[in-house]
Each structure stands twice: as C-alpha cells, then as structure tokens.
C-alpha cells in the first residue's frame, strides 16, 4: 500500500528505492505505506533489512512494517497508470494479505516466457486460417453439390 497523490494505491511493483528526503518510496515517488498509516523514514544511509512478515529494520532499529494487503472482492480495484489499483468504492477496505512472504532483493516478474508465447500465437492464428479455409471449401463443395442435384432435378 502506498500514499497517492489523492489516497491510497497499491500496487504489485516491490522495487522502492530511498528519496532524497529519507522516505522508502515507489519509483513514482510515492511513500510506501506502514501497517500504522505512515510511512518509513530514516536519515541514516545503512542499508535496510526487510524481513518475510515485512518489518522494515535498519542497523537492529524497527521502522515499521509494510502494509501488505489484498480484498475480498478484486473486481473493486480499478487500474491507475501503470503498476498501481485504486478502490473504485470507498466503502470497500483493504484486509491484511494472508499467506503472504516479502523477499528482499526479489522482484515479481511475469510467470510467462513472451517468445515461447508469440510463437505458440503464431501457431494458432496458422491453424485457425487452415480451419477456416477448410470451412469455406466444404462451404463451395456444398454449394457445387446443390447445383448438381438442382440440374439433374431439372432437366429431367
């Protein structure tokens, strides 16, 4: 969860970095969200620590914990701009995410390979074409048969 320029967003996208002033922040600049609603700051250029529940430390000093969250009802979540989902019902609020491990140093990254799946894409648009084209020759075919059967039905 992250501070907005108007609310809450949140977001998917774990890569923050530390702003000028201090604030672990989203690449947009965005403070990132502590489970008390403010955000981690520090002044010190240690490095932080974040540990699999989200407790952010830094040199053995707790910062907070990131607020990790998810809804009930994802289909209340509206996209804004490109990493981030704002709630398009206010009354809708966030509970805390379940089941959920935060890994320092990792960054989530799709599960699918884009060349194995253009190519698989490639093949079925192919095997589409060839299916229709079979279609629209058993479609002359009957059409041709039609024909036949009208002329004899006619000459005789």
Not at 32 to 43: A, F
Not at 110 to 137: D, H, P, T, W
């Amino acid at each position: 969860m992250v501070n907005g320029p108007s609310g809450p967003l949140y977001t998917r996208t774990g890569s923050f970095q530390r702003s000028a002033a201090g604030t672990l922040t989203t690449a947009d600049g965005y403070p990132v969200r502590t489970t008390d609603g403010k955000s981690i700051q520090t002044d010190s250029q240690v490095p932080l620590e974040v540990a699999p529940d989200g407790s952010v430390t830094q040199d053995g000093q707790d910062l907070g914990q990131l607020n990790v969250v998810d809804f009930q009802d994802r289909s209340v979540l509206q996209k804004v701009g490109n990493s981030y989902f704002g709630v398009t019902d206010a009354k809708v609020k966030p509970i805390p995410a379940a089941d959920t491990t935060v890994a320092q140093g990792k960054v989530e990254s799709s599960n699918v390979s884009s060349a194995e799946s253009a190519v698989r894409l490639v093949g079925l648009m192919r095997q589409f074409e060839m299916l229709q084209k079979a279609i629209s020759i058993t479609t002359d075919m009957d059409k041709k048969a039609l024909d036949a059967v009208a002329r004899v039905g006619a000459g005789a």
